[in-house]
């Protein structure tokens, strides 16, 4: 998406060789206008699929899942929290997801209610690095019952395995801008 | 606002005397719709002072201020993070915030590039009831030499002392639904 490759080339800021920082536009300070042409973008790569709602996990994907879900035509958008915990009641998916970038390992879930058996699930999350908010997501719904009718995420850091992981799982995955690597601290983004 | 008012009434759970649950269609499965009008009641409300940028706090805050981004015409959306530590740079404005739900105290920040001096700023949340989150965001302004120029809450626990604490302070809040009080496990809504 041109609008999201030329603000990732503007404001994105590249640390050591693997830190892509994107928190002018879009997971800190938020570019509304920019967040608007996201959810168009996935609607029209995903909309034909007819998706029932779109699942992220909080923060930082509820932006996207929203705009996307508005562009979508009005869907809902349940969003997975996060928790450092494990659920000990029954009335939740969980699944274990670990976090590269804080060294921790979170537990998200979502309540059994919001996640309906038999649904068709358009995933939407900012980031995609290493797949693992992605795959948590994905075993989520399965545990559901839930299909899961595609992938969206805003930058890829095409450079880590994330992407492939879930190609290979037989995903229909779509990403926005993806980063190829950091030289000398500026973004190397595919056209 | 009717068609929240109507949310709340149908759908949202009293537990106790004090926990009003609304997780249906606000703040973990989200009614896009809804979400949309919302935003639309906030700028009908705050758009005439010209907000510059929407803040709010992760993460149910963020689908409301993005909605209310979008209808005051594509201004931004910062939200504050939360942490359990301090901070210890010092790049980022930080107070603390007491939550009453999980019993623990956080902290919120917000890098200072994302929140000028000298900008108008509109608070936007999901829930108010002690006030703790909106206060923490208005000692953040302060910090920053930004003016609040209101404070958008989507439901009020009317019966808990937040919305007189922040119009004592002098702020302009408005609440779009107002829950006076819990009775056998239903809601009693303001009309």
Known sequence: MKELVE???AHGIGIGTDIVKVDMFLNHRMDTELYVKIGQAFAAEFAQKKP???????????AGALTTAIACGNIPVVF?????TRNVT???YESRVFSFTHGVEN????????LPEGS???IVDDFL???EAAEGLCELCRQAGAEVIGIGVCVEKSFQPGHQKLVDAGYHVH????????????LIVED
Chains 1, 2 share one sequence.
């Open 7 to 9: 603000a990732v080339r």
């Open 52 to 62: 029932d709602l779109v699942l992220t996990v909080e923060a930082s994907g509820i």
């Open 80 to 84: 997975a929290k996060k928790s450092r």
């Open 90 to 92: 029954g009335d939740v």
């Open 107 to 114: 537990h998200i879930r979502v309540a059994k209610q919001y």
């Open 120 to 122: 068709k699930v358009l």
């Open 129 to 131: 690095a290493n797949g």
């Open 175 to 186: 990403a926005l801008a993806k980063v190829l690597g950091i030289e000398d601290g500026k």
